[in-house]
């Protein structure tokens, strides 16, 4: 088997369509067809059954090739994709409307960072950094509310804090690490 997109498969079909367009109006003339519908009678009664009997060729392996779609959400693939640059204001613009990234447990903000935006079907419209979506937006470009009543964001305060061991001091620095520090301040003879 050669793989659709090589330069092989390519060469392959540049041939057969050779062989068709070499072939076909010439047996088009011979017949004496020169209008379009009965050229394309002609093709669908006698030149594809002739050409499917003369190059078919049965399947090596019973069953069908077809595997089952995984994907979970086909509408982010099937909808149009625009590249944005995030302003300095944590924005981007789009069609007139400008779209305010909330922020998020991953980044405080997005300034200059490219984004990904999704039009779907319906005009609604969502904004992704790599893999993550960062907010839905209705066709107004209003920020769409989540299922629990809220914005579709996690806000900072509402982050869980992490805690440090027992016994744990923030302020302390162990001595052994105060030699490897690039940035410590060392005694210096020469300041007055």
Request: charged content about 25%; overall charge positive.
């Amino acid at each position: 088997m050669i793989a659709a997109y090589s330069p092989q498969a390519r060469g392959r079909s540049e041939r057969a369509f050779g062989t068709h367009q070499g072939r076909l109006p010439r047996e088009l003339a011979l017949y004496g067809i020169t209008t379009m519908e009965s050229a394309n009678r002609y093709l669908a009664e006698v030149y594809r059954p002739a050409h499917n009997t003369e190059f078919m060729q049965p399947a090596t392996e019973e069953g069908s090739a077809f595997v089952p779609w995984v994907v979970a959400n086909l509408e982010d693939i099937l909808c149009e994709h625009h590249q944005r640059t995030v302003t300095a204001d944590n924005c981007v613009s789009f069609g007139g409307k400008t779209l305010q990234i909330p922020v998020n447990r991953h980044r405080c903000h997005y300034v200059r960072v490219r984004v990904r935006v999704h039009k779907y079907m319906d005009g609604s419209l969502a904004i992704f950094h790599g893999p993550r979506k960062l907010a839905d937006y209705d066709a107004q470009g209003k920020l769409k509310q989540s299922k629990k009543g809220k914005a579709a964001h996690v806000r900072r305060s509402s982050l869980p804090l992490r805690k440090a061991a027992p016994g744990y001091d923030f302020r302390s620095f162990p001595e052994q690490y105060k030699a490897d520090n690039l940035f410590a301040i060392k005694p210096d003879s020469s300041i007055c």
